[in-house]
């Protein structure tokens, strides 16, 4: 059974560009949550996708938006790239997250390095 | 609120002997609690999990945790350190009241000295 893909592996994005991850879930599992790790704060939860819905939010600004395909596929884009948004950006994906025994697996993630 | 705490940055441990990663944890009803992993450039791996029943859980690569509900903590543990267990590790637990998202620890980095 394949694992969690994310592509590109890494990035390197010039202030003020955009820019597009993608995330290919497990097989069967219709959620796919999102997050930004940094070492100074950690794992940080951006939004998760269910069924091609949006049904979470973290504390990001605008900037920072996903979509969820019909495939489970789901992608997330940042705009108006900053300094600060050079981190590793995190997948996960599971059956759903409402299944509460459930736990998340993860993809190897997208290093981001804005320049 | 909802909250987990790993109270430790780092854990420094010989290797041979027994390590303990600490968690305490904040939640309102059961918890469901998860361990997991983080390898230099590397994505999360799964550990293991407690849902309900046994205390002691175990999982994957010879690690273990234990829950104790009087004290809100999920330590992992495990008997002998092997230099490969240095990673980062992470604690999580369920928020209920936040269509069930995962709430996460800070990271407590391990070190497994030769």
């Known amino acids: 059974k394949a694992g969690v893909t994310q592509t590109p592996r890494y990035l390197i994005k010039t202030r003020g560009q955009q820019v597009t991850l993608s995330c290919s879930p497990i097989?069967?599992?219709?959620?796919v949550s999102w997050y930004q790790q940094t070492p100074g704060q950690g794992l940080q939860f951006l939004f998760e996708?269910?069924?091609?819905?949006?049904?979470n939010k973290g504390n990001f600004p605008g900037r920072f938006s996903g979509r969820q395909f019909s495939n489970s596929r789901s992608e997330m884009n940042v705009s108006t790239l900053e300094l600060g948004d050079s981190a590793l950006y995190l997948c996960?994906?599971?059956?759903?997250?409402?299944?509460?025994?459930?736990?998340?697996?993860f993809g190897q993630g997208t290093r981001l390095t804005v320049v | 609120a909802q909250s987990v705490a790993q109270p430790e940055d780092q854990v420094n441990v010989a290797e041979g002997n027994p390590l303990t990663v600490k968690c305490t944890y904040s939640?309102?009803?059961?918890?469901?609690l998860f361990w997991y992993v983080q390898y230099p450039n590397r994505g999360l791996q799964f550990l293991l999990k407690?849902?309900?029943?046994d205390n002691l859980v175990k999982g994957s690569y010879g690690f273990e945790a234990e829950f104790n509900k009087s004290q809100t903590s999920f330590h992992l543990k495990k008997p002998s350190a092997l230099v490969s267990d240095s990673a980062l590790y992470f604690c999580?637990?369920?928020?209920?009241?936040?269509?069930?998202?995962?709430?996460w620890g800070a990271g407590t980095k391990l070190i497994i000295k030769p």
């Open positions: 996708y269910f069924s091609e819905t949006q049904r």
């Open positions: 097989s069967g599992h219709r959620s």
């Open positions: 407690y849902i309900t029943g």
């Open positions: 999580a637990v369920r928020d209920m009241n936040s269509n069930y998202q995962l709430i």
């Open positions: 939640v309102s009803g059961n918890p469901y």
């Open positions: 996960a994906s599971s059956l759903d997250v409402a299944v509460l025994n459930t736990e998340a697996f």
